[in-house]
């Protein structure tokens, strides 16, 4: 499992690159992942899921990757722009459950 | 409304008091949950309400806190005897059924100072 401390890991990227936000989750048994945007002050956004039949899935500029193998997750943002700065949590759910927990959450800073 | 609204925005008390949330949920959403998240970390799940059932409390802290819903409505977070640790942003979420793949709709938050 993840740490608990203050400081968010934090990736900064120059406008236009593309980003890689990764997670690391502890449960086998879950079998639906969500990723989450969320802006100062804001409540969380959905942004896209994946379940676990599946090893990527894309939306507009996003892209899910799931590694099941090694319990990893990761979130790819093609192109990022300032407005895609913000905090970005992953989530899991275990299969027969209706809860899904949450991870620390990675900062992204873009600079224009 | 369109999305999870919550209330109070913003909650400053005194250590000691009781202080309510409200949660408003997507019409039509059955399941509801309230999470927390302290300055700067993730978000720790207190509690999930699906249609009638018996809500799952097994994230509630301690037994000062609590939480009610009205059928598939209004949903209140009950926090007595509030102390400094209570701060937090309280997160208010729906989802249209309790199924294993549909994702959560987050309110805003109601961000609790307690002084």
């Known amino acids: 499992g993840e740490s608990v401390g203050l400081h968010l890991p934090t990736l900064s990227v120059q406008e236009g690159d593309n980003s890689i936000i990764n997670c690391a989750y502890s449960n086998s048994a879950s079998d639906y992942f969500i990723w989450y945007k969320q802006e100062s002050g804001k409540g969380p956004q959905f942004i896209i899921d994946i379940r676990s039949n599946m090893d990527k899935r894309q939306g507009q500029r996003v892209t899910v990757l799931l590694n099941k193998t090694v319990k990893h997750l990761s979130l790819q943002i093609a192109a990022t722009q300032p407005g895609d700065s913000a905090v970005y949590f992953c989530?899991?759910?275990?299969?027969?459950?209706?809860?899904?927990?949450f991870g620390r959450g990675t900062s992204l800073i873009v600079h224009p | 409304g369109a999305g999870v609204s919550q209330s109070p925005s913003n909650k400053v008390t005194e250590k000691g008091k009781d202080v309510e949330l409200r949660c408003d949920p997507i019409?039509?959403?059955?399941?509801l949950y309230w999470y927390r998240q302290r300055l700067g970390q993730g978000l720790e799940f207190l509690i999930y309400f699906q249609g009638n059932s018996a809500p799952d409390k097994s994230g509630l802290p301690s037994d000062r806190f609590s939480a009610e819903r009205t059928g598939e409505s209004v949903s209140t977070l009950t926090i007595q005897r509030t102390q400094q640790e209570d701060s937090a942003v309280y997160l208010c979420?729906?989802?249209?059924?309790?199924?294993?793949?549909?994702?959560?709709?987050f309110g805003q938050g109601t961000r609790l100072t307690v002084v």
């Open positions: 979420a729906s989802s249209p059924q309790g199924g294993t793949n549909t994702e959560a709709f």
């Open positions: 989530a899991e759910r275990p299969g027969g459950s209706y809860i899904p927990t």
């Open positions: 019409s039509g959403h059955t399941a």
